[in-house]
């Protein structure tokens, strides 16, 4: 076990003890390392969605005058988007992952883990909609697509679902690396 800020985790391949937030090594990545990467790739995903969803929020309002107009509309209302929703879980899991960062814990580690994992599956589905509407499969009865009519490989939800799916791989590594006993 590694003594971490006052917190034993134990940690494949840790060969020392030490205080405070020592680098520990496992194998070629070190813990610290992985928390940063994660938070590096959630990082690019937050600016990424804040990047799409701000300017599809000016156009909409110069187009309407108004944010709460959401039936006949040419151009989907921003908040009725699916990138809406996507920007806010990646606002909320670089906070998260941020925190984590500066202060590790298995337990938060894995709730994050588990919220990516529901991240992944709401984007995917969002995705598997699109296409089921890109290739007349279904009506167009609900749309909640970023660009109505776009191949659902070429939208925003396809590179954020891609992001949520590197972080979701990386937090399991990390898990898993945490919650092994020391070898």
């Given amino acids: 076990h590694i003594i971490w800020e006052g917190n ?11 205080k405070g937030l020592t680098v520990y090594t496992m194998g070629m990545v070190t813990t610290k390392r992985l928390f940063l990467v994660q938070l590096l790739i959630l990082l690019g995903g937050t600016v990424f969605a804040w990047s799409n969803l701000l ?9 309407y005058g108004t944010l709460f107009r959401f039936k006949d509309c040419v151009v989907p209302n921003p908040f009725s988007t699916a990138c ?8 909320f899991a670089v906070l998260w992952a941020f925190d984590i960062y500066r202060r590790p814990g298995l337990t938060r580690e894995r709730h994050l883990r588990n919220f990516l994992f529901i991240c992944v599956t709401f984007a995917t589905a969002v995705i598997v909609y699109e296409a089921a509407q890109y290739h007349h499969l279904v009506g ?10 776009a191949s ?32």
């Avoid at 034993?8 to 060969?15: T, Y």
């Avoid at 954020?160 to 590594?173: C, K, N, Q, Y």
């Fill in 8 to 18: 034993s985790l134990p940690i494949r391949g840790a060969g020392r003890y030490a």
């Fill in 55 to 63: 300017p599809q929020i000016s156009r909409f309002q110069a187009l």
């Fill in 84 to 91: 809406f929703f996507g920007s806010f879980a990646f606002l």
């Fill in 140 to 149: 167009n009865a609900l749309s909640f697509s970023c660009n109505p009519g």
């Fill in 152 to 183: 659902p490989f070429a939208t925003p939800c396809f590179y954020g679902d891609l992001v949520f799916v590197l972080a979701f791989i990386v937090a399991v590594v990390t898990t898993k690396r945490i919650a092994q006993p020391a070898a």
